[in-house]
């Protein structure tokens, strides 16, 4: 399975000794790529949490603490990339959470 890639902040210390978060270009994590949905296979909605139409996709869906995508199932809180769109699994719907793509976070 394809990996992308996202930038994440990363910790640098301040002068009482406390983490502190900064950005950085070599700090990054790996998401799994799952490519575009299929209409043919099993796929949780997919909504952004700011969408009006949200709270109506969260009443739709029974709250389960799995999402699937491409009828893969994915764990409650796991991240994942769709092509360029990053996408969190929040009991039975995909939420966005931005971008995958490195030159455009």
Known sequence: MPIAMI?????????DHKPKRTTSVTDSIHLPQVG???PELNTSPIAEET??????VKQEVPGEPICYFNSQTFQDGQH??????????????????????????
């Open 36 to 38: 575009s949905p299929d």
């Open 51 to 56: 969408d009006e139409e949200y709270d109506v």
């Open 7 to 15: 930038q994440i902040g990363q910790f640098d210390v301040q002068n």
């Open 80 to 105: 994942v990339c769709s092509g360029h769109i990053h996408l969190r699994c929040n009991y039975g719907v995909w939420v966005t959470e931005g971008s995958c793509d490195p030159d455009n976070p």
